[in-house]
């Protein structure tokens, strides 16, 4: 099996995510992708992040319809801080036998230097990078070579329109009641005005 691993805040998923992940799961014929929202991402703490049961729940509406899409709960069920290297190393218990690839926008990848035991990581999967506006993805998947010379053929750059969207932009027009319409799937959308996700709070 060929398995995708999608990791991020997903505060909230958004079609950006969804269209990174259905890219990489046709250009690299991959037979899944596995989405992995993060606990408390250890570069953003400071900003209070949603709570993991509804960034989890937000996910689960999102990929109902996608039945190569799998979430898991895993990151959000250990305490601390989630570190790619040991979901990948749990990933790789879970599936020994399964090629991995590790999905990631390019603004990430300019900071995978200052991830955890980057070494491990990069010994279990091959790396799929997808352009982002703002983004010298090219630059960036240089300086990874040039750093880790031995993983030429474990980069490949995916192709993918750029799109403009972030869960921080959406977040600001949601506590401004600006619409989100198309922006983020319909159950989302519903999902988050039910539980009161992003409405303007004392402390934003
Ligand atoms: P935030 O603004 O809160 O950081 P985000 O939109 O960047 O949210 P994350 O959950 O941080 O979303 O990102 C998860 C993964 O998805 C990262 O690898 C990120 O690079 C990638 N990603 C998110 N949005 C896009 C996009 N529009 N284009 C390409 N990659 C994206
Ligand atoms: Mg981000």
């Not at 990430?108 to 230097?113: A, D, G, I, K, Y």
């Not at 990581?121 to 630059?139: C, F, H, M, W, Y």
């Not at 921080?168 to 619409?179: E, M, Q």
Request: charged content about 25%; some cysteine; proline content about 6%.
């Amino acid at each position: 099996m060929r398995l995708g691993i999608f990791g991020g805040t997903f505060d909230p998923i958004h079609i950006g995510h969804l269209v990174v992940a259905q890219v990489a799961l046709e250009e690299a014929s991959l037979d899944r992708v596995l989405f992995v929202p993060a606990g408390v991402n250890p570069l953003k703490v400071g900003r209070s992040i949603t709570d993991g049961s509804h960034r989890l729940a937000m996910v689960q509406r999102a990929l109902q319809d996608c039945p190569q899409f799998t979430v898991t709960s895993w990151e959000l069920d250990r305490p601390g801080p989630s570190f790619t290297v040991e979901t990948v190393l749990h990933v790789r218990e879970q599936y020994p036998d399964a090629e991995l690839f590790l999905i990631i926008g390019a603004d990430n990848l300019r900071l995978l230097p200052k991830w955890k035991s980057v070494e491990n990581i990069l010994e279990q999967v091959t790396i799929l990078a997808l352009n982002r506006p703002g983004e010298d993805l090219k630059s960036s998947c240089q300086m990874m070579l040039a750093l880790y010379p031995h993983i030429n053929e474990q980069i490949r750059i995916v192709d993918m329109p750029g799109l403009d969207i972030s869960s921080t932009w959406l977040r600001d027009r949601l506590v401004k009641n600006l619409s989100v319409k198309h922006l983020l799937p319909a159950e989302v959308i519903r999902y988050s005005e039910e539980n009161k996700l992003y409405e303007r709070r004392d402390d934003q």
